[in-house]
């Protein structure tokens, strides 16, 4: 199990090649960067200007919730290795926010393991935004598109 959340930015290389070095049996990793973008997203085509954006988190409650996800991914799937990496503080835009991967024999298993995570980690995981823009800062409320990705998961069996 690897999950961290922390302020400091992460090297997605060094990250990758840690979670498969030395397992012969690996024959793919999937990954999600997720970064911050310079843009709002909108109703319609754009958005405000976003120039940084702030995470929060709960201590503890978020490191026992990323392993309940993990262990979720890992029940569902034959994986070799998941990591979960997501920071909180103040991000400017182009900045790496989240890295989640997975290793498995096989690569539809890490694919839609890696698609899992990212798709509950944006409905479960307990972080809060706030975009800086140039009309102020505001809190980025939870979009019922992340619900409705999240939900598919919840028809398919493990």
């Not at 709960?58 to 890992?74: D, H, V």
Request: aromatic share 8%; glycine share 8%.
């Amino acid at each position: 199990m690897a999950i961290r959340v922390q302020a400091e930015d992460f090297d997605v290389g060094a990250e990758l090649a840690a979670l498969s070095d030395g397992n012969p049996s690996i024959g793919g990793v999937a990954s999600f960067v997720g970064l911050v973008r310079d843009m709002a997203k909108g109703d319609g085509a754009g958005g405000d200007a976003v120039s940084a954006m702030t995470l929060e988190h709960y201590p503890g409650m978020t490191e026992r919730q990323l392993a309940a996800i993990e262990a979720e991914a890992r029940a569902r799937w034959p994986l070799d290795g998941v990591l979960i990496i997501h920071r909180y503080g103040r991000l400017l835009a182009g900045d790496r926010i989240v890295l989640a991967a997975c290793a498995s024999a096989h690569r539809a298993a890490a694919f839609e393991a890696c698609w899992f995570l990212m798709d509950w980690l944006k409905t479960k995981a307990p972080f809060w935004k706030q975009e800086e823009t140039p009309a102020g800062a505001r809190w980025v409320a939870a979009k019922e598109e992340d619900d409705q990705a999240a939900e598919r998961w919840y028809k398919r069996a493990p």
